[in-house]
Structures are given as C-alpha cells and as structure tokens.
C-alpha cells in the first residue's frame, strides 16, 4: 500500500507560480512507481497533466501546460514535484497526484493507470 499527500496548493493571480508536492509513504523502496499529476476542474472529468517515470528521464505533459508547468522527482525524498509557472485561470481545479507500479521507463498517461491517489490539493487562479 502506498499513501499519497499533495501540498503546495492556494490561491494565485494570473501569470503567478504555485509548486506542488506530493510526498509518497508506504512500500515505496521495494519498487519502482511511475508518478503523475492530474486535475480535476468544477463539473469536469478528472484529466491528465504531467507524468514521471521512476528514472525520471521520462517525462510527458497534456499540450495545455507545455513550456509552463515542469514535472520533477526526488526519490530519495520519495517526492514529485509540480512547477506550475505563468498560471491562466483555466488551470484551476484540483490537483491529485497519482502513483503506478511499474517498471523504471515507464509512465502514467491516463486515471485508469493509477494505482494509488492523493487526496487532492486546490489551486485557484484569479483573473
């Protein structure tokens, strides 16, 4: 079992920087666990944003958030990071962070791939 706590949300101005954390706890050093973040705004399906593989050398990111937000990792730490960077209103909604066990290339690019989620942290972009 792994558990999953996000923090590092809040409320921002439009073209302002927020940095996620997500601090995995549980059966993380026998394995190797691919990470993600994913968002879910008001009325909306929760979708991807930014995934990790457990090398960190892999690294994915919905077109959206492209050349904005920077993923990162910190096994020693047993954390990933979100760096969210120039924020838009439309990146409001709450953020989850995702964990997949597989192999050390390997990523998460969809919520049916996640085997463990946060509880969640709110980032809300003021215009």
């Known amino acids: 079992q792994v558990q999953l706590v996000e923090s590092g949300g809040g409320l921002v101005q439009a073209g302002g920087s927020l940095r996620l954390s997500c601090a995995a706890s549980?059966?993380?050093?026998?394995?190797?666990?691919?990470m993600g973040w994913f968002r879910q705004a008001p009325g909306r399906e929760r979708e991807f944003v930014a995934t990790?593989?457990?090398?960190?050398?892999?690294?994915y990111g919905v077109d959206s958030v492209k050349g904005r937000f920077t993923i990162s990792r910190d096994n020693a730490k047993n954390t990933v990071y979100l760096q969210m960077n120039s924020l838009i209103p439309e990146d409001t909604a709450v953020y989850y962070c995702g964990a997949k066990r597989t192999t050390q290339t390997g990523v998460i690019l969809t919520t049916a791939g996640v085997d463990y989620w946060g509880q969640g942290t709110q980032v809300t972009v003021s215009s």
């Open positions: 549980g059966r993380t050093f026998s394995s190797s666990y691919a």
């Open positions: 990790i593989s457990w090398s960190g050398h892999s690294t």
